[in-house]
């Protein structure tokens, strides 16, 4: 392992053991619900949470009602501690790790938040789209760089509050994330945005208005 993995790892697990333990850590964070509306949207029955935490998203997504068999991974073990709503769940490290899964095994591979932290995200990319059956898709969430915020930021003479972030190993807009998608011989299928507040209005010019692009590919 090395020395970033290192570093990354007791990070995320002294967060999910200090603030993120909290019961009001994630009070009023929508992602989760936004994520999940996709999700039953693509109808998928067999899905790969990658970067899971404590199954929060997969706890949204059953919430719907769906019948469907969901696996997470984590590189925090402190995160994994508190895991529910999963049906399996392990620890990995995607920097230098491979996932334990069969080939084509998912109709879904979900990574929110997830790539903007590996070294190496179009390597991991290859990775997910390995795990996902023909016809699948895969959903990523990622900072938006291009938002009206940090724009704002910039031209003040600040650095962007997302690319401050020492987590964030890598900075995506839009155009950035597709390519990365199509990179990895996905067809890219829904690109758009997700805002905390005012989340309908910011489609209007979601590459502007949104802090967070959310994205999905096919794999042919």
Not at 66 to 90: F, K, M, N
Request: hydrophobic letters at 40%; a neutral charge.
């Amino acid at each position: 392992m090395n020395r970033i993995s290192v570093d990354q790892r007791e990070q995320y697990d002294d967060e999910w053991n200090g603030w993120k333990a909290e019961a009001t850590a994630f009070a009023g964070v929508r992602r989760y619900d936004q994520i999940s509306r996709v999700v039953h949207l693509l109808g998928a029955r067999k899905i790969l949470d990658v970067g899971c935490g404590d199954g929060r998203l997969a706890r949204a997504i059953r919430a719907r009602g769906l019948d469907v068999v969901i696996h997470g991974c984590d590189v925090s073990i402190a995160a994994l501690t508190r895991s529910e709503g999963l049906d399996r769940q392990y620890c990995v490290d995607l920097n230098c790790e491979v996932l334990p899964e069969p080939d084509e095994s998912f109709d879904l591979v979900i990574a929110s938040e997830v790539i903007e932290h590996l070294i190496m995200p179009d390597r991991v990319l290859e990775e997910f789209t390995r795990v996902l059956r023909h016809g699948g898709h895969i959903l990523l969430t990622v900072p938006n760089v291009a938002f009206w915020r940090f724009r704002v930021q910039a031209l003040s003479g600040q650095v962007p509050s997302v690319t401050a972030d020492t987590r964030h190993l890598h900075s995506f807009s839009a155009s950035l994330l597709a390519q990365l998608v199509g990179k990895a011989g996905l067809q890219v299928v829904q690109l758009t945005g997700l805002r905390q507040r005012f989340n309908r209005l910011s489609q209007l010019h979601f590459t502007l208005l949104s802090d967070t692009l959310l994205i999905v590919g096919r794999k042919p």
